[in-house]
C-alpha cells in the first residue's frame, strides 16, 4: 500500500500572485515566464492534436487565505493529473524544525487507461463544461479549492467556498451538493489508491525537473540561534546578486527566477538536502533562499 495521504478542504478570498522570470546563466535555461502560483495548466494535446501523455488533465489548488503571501507563493497543488497517468500530490512533511527547504512530492500512476477513467469521473462530478462557482460562502479567513480540468483542449475552472466533510463540515445541500459531494468524493479518491480502471503503481518520489526559488540577502533567522546551519556555497553561474529578476514583494535586493534543465540536475541534490534555516554563500555574503518545486507541465511551459 502506498504512502497515506490526508488533503484538507477549506475556503476563502482570492489573491494573485505575480509571475517572475527564468533565471539565466551560460549554458543554462534562458529566460520565460514561470508558474506564478496559480492554476498551471497545459493543454493536453500538442501542436498536431495529438494527446500528449504528459500533458496536464486535472489540477486541485488552494487560491487565497489567512496565510503569508510570501508562503502562498511556495505553496502546491493538492494533487497534479497527468495523461500518462500520473498522480502527483505532496508528501508527508515531518512535524519538526527546521523543516526541509524543498517539500516532498509524492507521485503513483494508474496509466492512461486510469488517466481516462479520472476524466470520466470529472465529466461525472459536473467539472467539465462550464466555469462555475460553488457555495456555499467561504469560511472567513480560510481558502477557496479550485479544480481545474483539461479535456479535449478546453479548460474548466470550478471554484469551491467549502467542500467536503473530512473538516467537520457537513455534507452540501442546495442546489449545489450534487457537484460538491461527487467532487470531494473524486478527490478523495485521488488522495488514496484508488486506481481508477488503471493498473496501480507504488508510490515514488518525485525527482522535480525545475524550481522556482525567492531569493533574499542574509541568512535565515533561525528560532533558536543554536540551530544554526553553515552556508552552502551557491553551485550555479549567475551569481544570487543577480539572478533571475527583482523580487518586490520579498523587499530590497531580493531576487525571483527559475532553474530548468542541467542546471536544475545540479541544484536540485542540494536544495534537497538543506534545511528551512540552510544560508547560502554567493558573491561574498550570505542569502536565504525559499523553494517552489515545479511540476511536469510548469517545466513544459519554460521549454524544459
Known sequence: MGQPRIVLFVAASAIVIAACSVAASPGGTGSSTPPSGQPSVQPSSGPTGSPDPSGLILRTTMEGGFINPAAIRTRLPIVSVFADGRIITEGATPAIYPGPLVPPLIVRSVGATGAAGILAAAKAAGLIGSDATYGPGPVPDASTTVVTVVHDGTQTVSRFGSLASDVGQPRASGPDAQ???ATADLLARLAGTDTFGGSGQPDQTYLPLGYQLFVSPGAPAPADPQLGRPPVSW????????????????????????????DAATLGPILTSASQITPFAS???QWTIAVKPLLPDEVAALGG
Open 179 to 181: 457537484v460538491i459531494t
Open 283 to 285: 558573491g561574498g555574503q
Open 235 to 262: 553551485p550555479l553561474a549567475t551569481p544570487l546578486a543577480s539572478f533571475g529578476k527583482a523580487d518586490e514583494l520579498g523587499g530590497d535586493g531580493a531576487r525571483v527566477g527559475v532553474v530548468i534543465g542541467s
